[in-house]
């Protein structure tokens, strides 16, 4: 058991005060938009100063002989504290083959995982599952296209964007909102300032209590960020999902999605690979979109915690790449889940006491360790709540 270091990116959309008081660092001013704990080579955490990947090449028992026949010697999962100020660009993730057709498709084209255009930056898909902190605000998944109809009518535009949101009325399904989303995204000239239309129109609309008012402050909401960002139409097409503090929701690989506001740990298969269609000026790969997203509709499940046993509750997924729990001993001594893994254990408030292996350390909010997986089983004790992250398989 080893104390494990995070690394911080600084993005321009993230808060300013809220990762900081987590880690219990001081406030400088600039945007702490994400900490990571993890062995991605693109930012891996440390442990006395050693990259954590190092640390696991030269060391490869330590993530567990299920997850290591799986994966090989690497860790297959990346934790995050997320903190948006503001939305960020539509997205979505890879799945594992197209990640890895994507990523050597890209190598054999000789782009630098640096380059702007390069759009596969690793061979891993990207599920992930975002568990609130606090109020946590997302776009998520397809709307039903005739409900997202009705809204702009009920806006007073569906005449004006008729030329862009007719299919969704005209046509069923998924093939409604890839036409309308692709459309969106290629639009020029005069049809590009539609989306002014749109927040000229939302203005009159934004104090309703029902859902027109929300669909109309989430347009204000992205115009203040992205101002005449024909995107901003793109994103109207997805639910507005509000998690509350312990609530979470998980998003596989195909699913458009774009963060708002609030502050959550986020759990992901070890990958960096984004795909973006929206809101944002980093580059747009449509035709890669056209096979990744997944144009489907439907309502947004919110993922409750199971009951806490034994100061232990789980958040499910069908994710091999990863299990997430809460941890919250309660004065007791319990079992930290995930034997059989490696695990990352992160204090999000007040202490907890691990010990493994005859070892034990006292971890304040903002700390975190890295248990390997062959070592003795790990136990916690205190007053503090904790997430613990292990692989899906073991």
């Not at 109207?236 to 506001?261: C, D, F, S, T």
């Not at 992901?268 to 000026?281: F, P, Y």
Request: aromatic fraction near 6%.
């Amino acid at each position: 058991m080893q104390l494990l270091q995070g690394t911080i990116k600084h993005y321009p959309w993230g808060t300013t005060d809220a990762i900081p008081a987590l880690l219990g660092v001081p406030a400088d001013g600039r945007p702490f938009a994400e900490y990571w704990l993890g062995a991605h080579p693109l930012s891996p955490s440390t442990i006395d100063g050693a990259r954590l990947d190092d640390v696991i090449r030269e060391y490869p028992d330590c993530l567990g002989e299920v997850p290591r026949q799986t994966f090989g010697t690497q860790l297959s999962f990346l934790v995050k504290i997320l903190s948006a100020r503001h939305a960020l660009s539509v997205q979505a993730h890879p799945s594992r083959a197209q990640a890895e057709d994507g990523f050597a498709r890209e190598n054999l084209a000789g782009i630098p995982l640096d380059a702007p255009e390069r759009t596969y930056r690793d061979s891993w898909p990207k599920p992930e599952v975002l568990i609130a902190l606090d109020e946590f605000h997302t776009l998520f998944g397809f709307r039903e296209p005739q409900a997202t109809a009705r809204l702009f009518d009920a806006l007073g535009v569906a005449g004006q964007l008729s030329s862009v949101i007719g299919p969704l009325t005209a046509r069923k399904g998924p093939a409604a909102l890839a036409e309308v989303f692709l459309d969106v995204l290629s639009l020029s000239g005069e049809r590009a300032q539609l989306s002014e239309v749109v927040c000229a129109a939302a203005m009159e609309h934004q104090h309703r209590a029902d859902e027109v008012g929300e669909f109309a402050r989430t347009v204000l909401e992205l115009d203040e960020v992205f101002p005449s960002d024909p995107g901003i139409l793109a994103a109207l097409l997805l639910n507005r999902v509000v998690l509350q503090p312990g609530e979470a929701i998980y998003v596989p690989a195909g699913y458009m999605h774009a963060h708002l506001r609030g502050t959550g740990v986020e759990v992901m298969a070890n990958s960096d690979n984004v795909i973006r269609g929206g809101l944002t000026t980093k580059h747009l790969d449509v035709s890669e979109l056209l096979t990744v997203v997944d144009f489907e509709a439907g309502v947004p499940r919110i993922i409750k915690s199971a009951p806490m046993v034994d100061g232990v509750a789980s958040y499910p997924t069908p994710c091999p790449e990863f299990e997430v729990w809460r941890l919250s001993p309660d004065g007791r001594t319990v079992d930290v889940p995930g034997d059989g893994s490696a695990r990352v254990v992160l204090v999000i408030s007040g202490s907890l006491v691990l010990s493994q292996g005859g070892e034990a350390a006292t971890l304040t909010h903002g700390q975190a360790a890295f248990l390997p997986a062959d070592r003795a089983a790990a136990t916690a004790s205190g007053t503090g709540l904790a997430f613990v992250t292990a692989s899906g398989v073991r």
